[in-house]
C-alpha cells in the first residue's frame, strides 16, 4: 500500500504530535522498542521499508499517550484495523516486533 503525498504529510506530523504528547525522547523510544534511534527516526519520516513497523510504533505511541491520560492525536491514514489489512502482518504487530531488517555498524 502507498500514500499520496497528502496523506504521507499528515501521518508525519500525526506521529511526531503523539510522540511529543509522550514527553519520551527518541533514544528512549528506541529502547523501549529494542531499536535504534535511527529506525526510530525512519519510521518518523516514514523511511522504513518495513510497513509494519509504522503500525508498531503507531499502537506505541497511542498506548504511552493513552497511559498519561491525554488525547491522542488521531490517524488519518493509518487508520482501521490493522487485522483487517491484507499487506501487513497482524501477527508481528500484536506482538510489536520492530524489524530487525539488514543490520550494519550502528543502524540497528
Do not use: C
Not at 503525498?5 to 499528515?10: L, V
Request: aromatic letters at 8%; zero cysteines; proline letters at 1%.
Amino acid at each position: 500500500m502507498s500514500l499520496t503525498k497528502d496523506q504521507k504529510i499528515a501521518t508525519k506530523q500525526e506521529l511526531a504530535e503523539n510522540l511529543a504528547l509522550t514527553n519520551l525522547t527518541i533514544a528512549e523510544v528506541a529502547a523501549e522498542l529494542n531499536t535504534s534511534e535511527a529506525k526510530i527516526e525512519r519510521i518518523l519520516n516514514l523511511k522504513q521499508n518495513s510497513l509494519n513497523d509504522g503500525w508498531i510504533f503507531r499502537n506505541y505511541l497511542l498506548k504511552k499517550v493513552a497511559e498519561k491520560g491525554l488525547e491522542q492525536v488521531p490517524f488519518t491514514a493509518l487508520g482501521g484495523d490493522y487485522h483487517d489489512y491484507w499487506f501487513l502482518d497482524a501477527g508481528i504487530i500484536d506482538a510489536g516486533i520492530i524489524d530487525a531488517g539488514i543490520l550494519s555498524k550502528g543502524n540497528r
